[in-house]
């Protein structure tokens, strides 16, 4: 398995938890912010996350979304609104919020912040 090789800053958002993660887009990294994540939310407890993506390289597959949800089911991602923004742009992400929808996770993807914040914004006041 490769190492994971991130960078991830976290800070509090009117709406929840907000992070920001640079570095290598690998399956594993993915992974590994996503725990890094769920760890913090163990700490601060938020009803939404802002996550702000800017992961590069090559895509994660289909298959590789799929087993991150798959990973992350039963925990605190499934207690929050989740707008996971890619202002680089989608880059297959899609797969992510429809594996996450289907496993009852309340999350969208968004390119662009204010969207994703004007979402996380209705039904949290």
Sequence with gaps: MAQASFQIVFSTHPFGLKA??????????????W?????ELDKRPSAGLLL??????APLSEEH????????????LERLRIA??????L???EYCEIFALEAGMHARVFTDEAEAVLWLRHGLS
């Design 52 to 57: 702000i993506d800017e992961m590069t390289g």
């Design 91 to 93: 880059e297959r992400i």
């Design 35 to 39: 725990y890094a994540i769920v760890a």
């Design 20 to 33: 920001r993660v640079r570095g290598e887009a690998t399956f594993e990294s993915t992974v590994a912010y």
């Design 65 to 76: 979304w799929r087993q991150l949800v798959e990973m992350m089911k039963g925990g605190p």
């Design 84 to 89: 996971h923004v890619k202002p680089m742009g």
